[in-house]
C-alpha cells in the first residue's frame, strides 16, 4: 500500500513499504521544472500508516514497524533517517491518503512542450537596421549578409563597400593594397 500527500509549495510526498524498506519520493513542480528524489530507508515492515508531521524545518515521516518507531526528516535538500525521536508538540499533522498502487515517479503529468518563437521582425535604430531572414545587418554605409545564395551575393557584392582590414579605410573592389596604409588586400 502507498500513501501520498501535498506538503505544498508543489511538493508531494509518496510512501511505500517495500518488505523491511520504506520508499520515500519527494516531487516538486515549480514553473516549468519538476524534480523527483527518491531514498530508500530500512525501518521494517509497517504495522500502521505513517504519520507525516509538518514543521518549520520541513516533514518528519513516522513509521510504525514491530521493532518499533522510525522518523523521516524530509527537506528540499534531502531526506534522512533520525537516530531519535523529533520534538513534534508545535508540528501539524498532515493528512495522507493511501494509493492501491506505486504512482511515486508517474503522479506528475508532463510538461507541455514550447511553443516555437515567432519569426522577429525586421528591426531599426537610428542608422543601424537588421533582419533575420535572409541574416542582414547594415549600419551607415557598412553591410553584413549571411545566408543568401551565391548568385544573389556575387550581384550585390558590386554594391557593398569593402575596407581594409589593416586600417579600416574604404578600398575598391578591385584594389589589390590598400590605398592609405599599403595593407595587403584579401582577393
Known sequence: MAYVSSLGKGQRIYLENQDQQTIVTLSSRASGQQQSQQSGFITGEWIAPPTLFRTSAGGIIQIETAQGRSYIQVQAGGMQILSKAPALQDADVVPMESEAEDRSLTSMEPIKPMKPMKPMKPMKMGDMEMQ???????????????????????????????????????????????????????E
Open 132 to 186: 533575420m531572414n535572409p541574416m542582414q545587418m547594415q549600419m551607415g554605409n557598412m553591410q553584413m549578409r549571411m545566408g543568401e545564395p551565391s548568385s544573389a551575393a556575387s550581384a550585390s557584392e558590386a554594391s557593398v563597400q569593402r575596407f581594409c582590414t589593416q586600417c579600416g579605410h574604404s578600398v575598391a573592389p578591385e584594389d589589390r593594397f590598400c590605398g592609405h596604409c599599403g595593407h595587403q588586400l584579401k
